[in-house]
């Protein structure tokens, strides 16, 4: 039988990759910091991937013939320049090389459209991969290096770029979970111009798109996101249509970050080499988003 | 006083760079894996870079204000392709950032003209930085991650990308080498096309341009070279003739392998930013080559 490793399991986007792993008929084993859950046909682990010596540890006690890695340093508003990149980048290396070492057969490790040079108008798929931030940086890295030792042990390797994610359990200050929350709420919130265009993704959908990955042959690097692009602005304005709210979503109340005007997916590859495509319309995804959110704010904050 | 702590400091670049360092008034640390030596105005240290928390542990007892970081692996015919590449990015990182977090200033890290594209005709400083092998993705890898990693922080860090090195203490088997060797020895040795050009410099000089580039300000990435071509076949005959043999070297013995046809490094940086450039010319640096090799061959073999 197949086993994967994922790391980063109880992240935003790895706690939704566990189940269509289990549906795939994967042994499913999840690693984790802290906290150790049950159910769902998963096997937990506690490791802190950080800590010298826990990739190696965690390796040779699953040893695992897939292995899925989402875990890095994401925290809201730090991740794009932390020190920590560094840490996660050389954990990486270990992780992955003591993985193929212990027998492992295929490694799917998460990307990010950070990895091209934003300072373009356009970033797209012929943009060039010079990443301006330490986050992008970092997976540049790992990613040209894997590239490398794929080609020289016969590991095969996916590379995910992901785009923008968005749905229950993002971090409360990114752009959609803030607006939705604040809808809820009933709370005023500022944006920028909103003109930005990016690739939404619903959160379920990155998770397929990981767990297809996970189960597939294909090698290389996929843009896993919806390859549609929306305007910024235009998702938060249908958000309130949506909730039904109207002036909560302040346009306009921030300045623009020096950002390119278009960020969207090029998925030609994931449908035609991994099978995968989008199953959460934009609207559908909102709408989930927006219950999320109003059954956490009936809650008393704890 | 500056303190700078030496990665490598037995290698064949790192054993030169000591002395340089102590007429430049560093107090000079230096790091070996087995051998401690004595002598020259230098402290010893004993760590295997490898070693999980072996880079922190000798940071927290030299504590150094400056860095020159050479380790790596480069055994002949293997570091190209080697997974230990993997390793000496996770530990290079680990080191780096124990380094700065406990208050060092600054970092001069050897690169490699390897970073480069090497699928073109010709190696010049227009390249794309495209690696394809493990060890230059590894190295273009660090090298991209420090530029990020040194804006966020604002620790001071030098790139100094090696060319083609030669001299005394070179592995066996590179080509000056196993020419010089062969010649001293009354041995045939065969040699590809010899066409290729690319730049050669004497290790003293390589070893000098690091040292200044540790004493220097002047940040970013720097070519290591001579920054004059020379035919590999005109170099194995100047050698020839300067040992005063003839039909030892034998050229076009050996296919040529796919690369490119010209390498060779920019100096203008060197020589303006850094106020080094080369001392010892190419005859001398061979001439000095053959002495090292006769003083070999005389010695019984342990």
Known sequence: VNRV???????????????????????????????????????????????????????????????????????????WSSPENLAWLARSLDLIRAFREAGGRRAVVAGTCAEYDWRGDIC???????????????????RQVLERYAAVTGLSVAWGRIYFPF????????????????????????????????????????????????????????????????????????LERLAGTSGLVVIGARPDRDEPTRIVAETTRMARDVGWSPRVPLDEGLRRTLDWWRVRSERPLA
Chains 1, 2 share one sequence.
Request: aromatic share 8%; net charge negative.
């Open 124 to 142: 797209s798929a012929d943009a060039p991969l010079a990443p301006t931030t330490m986050y992008g940086a970092s997976k540049n890295a790992l």
């Open 167 to 238: 749905g229950p359990g993002e971090q409360p200050c990114r752009v959609v979970a803030a607006a939705a929350r604040g809808i809820v709420e009933g709370k005023r919130v500022g944006f920028s111009s909103g003109r930005q265009v990016r690739d939404f993704l619903y959160v379920d959908d990155v998770a397929e798109a990981f767990a297809a990955l996970v189960a597939a042959v294909a090698e290389g690097t996929f843009d896993v996101g919806s390859g549609t692009g929306v305007a910024l602005g235009d998702l938060l304005q249908q």
């Open 5 to 79: 490793l994922v790391t980063g399991a109880t992240g935003f986007i790895g706690r939704h990759a566990l189940a269509p792993l289990v549906e795939r008929g994967f042994d499913v084993h999840a690693a984790s910091r802290a906290e150790l859950r049950e159910g769902g046909g998963v096997t937990w682990h506690e490791a802190d991937l950080l800590q010298d010596g826990a990739a190696a540890s965690l390796v040779a006690s699953v040893r695992p013939t897939h292995l899925l890695h989402l875990a890095w340093c994401t925290e809201y508003g730090v991740y």
